[in-house]
């Protein structure tokens, strides 16, 4: 069993700061790559930033430069500070790791339960 548990999501006024976490537990040998996606009211999921485990990273074009993603390897846990928030920032974020179970296991993506962020303006 692998869970992923977020927190850290809320109300903020644009401008603002906001700081997301996910933690992964249970039956883990190693994890790849760690992210978050976002999911706005009727609109599809779109990777907002991933970091790989020797900490390459990766964003969405309208998050270059307000958001950076880490990870605490040891913890299995990674973050999403998000600065100079915007209206368009708002939507559900889910985080995902790609996990291997087992010594040479195959690898499977799995999911927390979202954690929802609103920036008013």
């Known amino acids: 069993q692998v869970q992923l548990v977020e927190s850290g999501g809320g109300l903020v006024q644009a401008g603002e700061s906001l700081k997301l976490s996910c933690a992964a537990s249970?039956?883990?040998?190693?994890?790849?790559?760690m992210g978050w996606y976002r999911q706005a009211p009727g609109e599809q999921r779109d990777l907002v930033a991933s970091?790989?485990?020797?900490?390459?990273?990766n964003y969405a074009d309208s998050v270059k430069g307000r958001f950076t993603i880490s990870r605490d390897n040891a913890k299995n846990t990674v973050y999403l500070q998000m600065n100079s928030l915007k209206a368009e920032d708002a939507g559900v974020y889910y985080c995902?790791?790609?996990?291997?179970?087992?010594?040479?296991?195959?690898?499977?993506?799995?999911w927390g339960q979202g954690t929802r962020v609103t920036v008013s303006s």
């Open positions: 995902y790791a790609r996990i291997i179970r087992q010594r040479n296991g195959p690898q499977f993506k799995y």
């Open positions: 970091v790989t485990s020797d900490g390459s990273t």
């Open positions: 249970g039956s883990i040998f190693s994890i790849d790559v």
